[in-house]
C-alpha cells in the first residue's frame, strides 16, 4: 500500500483593499461587510492587507469621531502591540455602548423590553489578579495574535502591587534558565504566586534555592510552583461577607476588588427579605457568605477545595450556611429539592448552566438571581425562565474597562399567575 501524501495547506489569497468600516462586532473589531478590521471604528476607510476574512491596517485615511489616543504606549496591532487589552482606541463611553449593546442584544432575544438598570465599573489598575508571562529578557503580556512577550514599562490595567511584580520574576527567570508563566493574586496577606510551566523534578539546588530567596525578597504570603506549595509564609485569604477565608490555589477569585463589591452589592440587594436562599456555583463564598448574615443558605460548587475554605469560614463564624462538593453540570440539585428555597442565586462559568437552569426554573422559587461573565450563554439560561417570570431588574458591570468582557446580574421575579409576560 503506498503511503498517503501529506496534505498541503492551502495558502489563503492574500490582496491590498480599500474598505469602509461599517460596524463593530461583539468583541470590539470592525467591520467592512463580513470582512474584520481589528482597531478600526466604524466610518472610518482604511487600506488594508487582507487574509481570510481578516484586514491588518496598512493605513488609515480617515479617524471615527470616536477615535482616541490609547492611554498605554503598548497599545497596538496584532503582532505588534500588547494583548492585555483591545478597546483603548475608543473612548471610554463608546467602550460602555459595545458592552451595553452586546448584553442587550443577548438578553433581549428572550426579553424583548429590557433594559439596563445600573452599571458598575472598575477604575483603571485596578485589577488584583493577572497570568504574566516571563522570560529571561521580558515579562508581561503576549503579544496580540503572537507568543512572544511585550516588556511592559507601563500598564493601567494591574494595580501597582502588580505591575512591581514584573522586574523581579524577570530575574527569578534569569535565574532559572527557564520561562514560566507567573499566576499571580493580591490577597489580604500579601501576594499569591503560582508559576506554571516549571517541574519541580527537573530543578536543581542552585534553582530551588533562587526560589526560596525570590519569595523571602519578594514577602510573598505564598510560592507555588503548579498548585503546590514551595514556601508560605502567610496563609494568603480575602475577605468575603466581612469574614477572613482561606484562598485555595487555582480557585476563582473575581479580576478586581471594585467589581466584586458591586456584584455583591446587587446580589445582596436582590436577596433582603427572602429567609432561605440557595447560592449554586458557589465559589468559596463570594455571595453565600454575605447573604448568611440574613439569610439561611445553601451553597453547591464542583470545587472541592472552594466548599473546604467555605466550611472553614462558616466554623469560624457559626454562619447557617450548609455546604456541599458538587459538580451542577454532571448532578444539578433538583427542582424539587430546590423548592425548599424561597430565593436562588447562580453564578456559573462562561459556558453557563445549561443543566441546571432548568431545574432552578422549575423550583417555584420566588425569586431568581443569575450572575453571569457571558451576556450568550446568560440569554440562553434565561430562556428557561421566560415563561414564569419577569425580568425586574438588570445591572452591568464592568470589570475589564479596556476589554469586551462585560458581567450581569438578573434578577427575575416568579409572575403570581405563573405567567410570563
Known amino acids: 500500500m503506498r503511503p498517503r501524501r501529506p496534505t498541503k495547506r492551502r495558502r489563503l489569497k492574500t490582496e491590498v ?21 481589528p482597531f478600526a471604528l466604524p466610518g472610518e476607510e482604511i487600506t488594508a492587507t487582507v487574509e481570510g476574512g481578516l484586514a491588518r491596517v496598512k493605513e ?7 477615535r482616541t489616543k490609547a492611554p498605554c504606549k503598548h497599545f497596538g496591532l496584532p ?37 439596563i438598570s445600573a452599571t458598575h465599573r472598575s477604575p483603571p489598575r485596578s485589577r488584583r489578579r493577572a497570568k504574566i508571562a516571563v522570560r529571561p529578557e521580558a515579562a508581561g503580556f503576549y503579544r496580540k495574535a503572537a507568543r512572544t512577550i511585550v516588556p511592559l514599562t507601563e500598564c493601567h490595567v494591574l ?23 507567573a499566576q499571580v493574586t493580591i490577597t489580604g496577606d500579601g501576594l499569591d504566586a503560582d508559576l506554571q510551566g516549571l517541574d519541580v ?21 505564598r510560592l507555588s510552583l503548579e498548585g503546590s506549595t514551595v514556601a508560605e509564609r502567610r496563609p494568603p485569604t480575602v475577605r468575603l461577607g466581612g469574614i477572613e477565608t482561606q484562598l485555595p490555589h487555582g480557585v476563582f477569585l473575581q479580576a478586581t476588588e471594585e467589581g466584586e463589591a458591586a456584584l455583591v452589592q446587587e446580589v445582596l440587594a436582590a436577596t433582603q427579605g427572602y429567609d432561605r436562599v440557595a447560592d449554586l456555583f458557589s465559589g468559596m463564598g463570594t455571595f453565600a457568605l454575605p447573604i448568611s448574615q440574613h439569610a439561611e443558605v445553601y451553597a453547591a460548587d464542583a470545587q472541592g477545595p472552594a466548599i473546604v475554605s467555605l466550611d472553614l469560614a462558616v466554623k469560624a463564624t457559626e454562619r447557617a450556611i450548609t455546604a456541599e462538593a458538587r459538580d451542577l453540570f454532571k448532578r444539578p440539585v433538583m427542582a424539587k429539592d430546590l423548592a425548599a428555597y424561597s430565593a436562588i442565586v447562580f453564578d456559573p462559568p462562561r459556558a453557563g448552566a445549561r443543566e441546571q437552569a432548568p431545574e432552578i426554573a422549575g423550583s417555584g422559587a420566588a425569586r431568581i438571581v443569575a ?23 438588570l445591572v452591568l458591570v464592568d470589570q475589564f474597562g479596556w476589554s469586551p468582557h462585560v458581567e450581569a446580574v438578573a434578577v427575575l421575579d416568579r409572575r403570581s399567575d405563573g405567567t410570563g409576560g
Open 159 to 181: 494595580r501597582p502591587e502588580l505591575f512591581a511584580m514584573l522586574g523581579p520574576l524577570r530575574e527569578l527567570s534569569r535565574k532559572l534558565g527557564k520561562p514560566f508563566e
Open 17 to 37: 483593499r480599500k474598505l469602509t468600516v461599517e460596524r463593530l462586532n461583539a468583541a470590539g473589531e470592525g467591520l467592512a461587510g463580513d470582512i474584520r478590521v
Open 371 to 393: 450572575v453571569s461573565c457571558n451576556p450568550q450563554t446568560l440569554a440562553r439560561d434565561l430562556r428557561h425562565f421566560a415563561a414564569t417570570y419577569d425580568l425586574t431588574r
Open 79 to 115: 503582532g505588534d502591540g500588547c494583548g492585555g487589552c483591545s478597546l483603548q482606541h475608543m473612548g471610554d463611553e463608546d467602550a460602555l455602548a459595545l458592552k451595553e449593546d452586546q448584553l442587550l442584544r443577548a438578553v433581549r432575544s428572550v426579553y424583548p423590553d429590557a433594559e
Open 201 to 221: 523534578a527537573e530543578l536543581e539546588l542552585p534553582q530551588h534555592e533562587a526560589l526560596a530567596e525570590f519569595s523571602e525578597s519578594q514577602s510573598l504570603a
Open 60 to 66: 488609515r485615511h480617515t479617524d471615527a469621531p470616536s
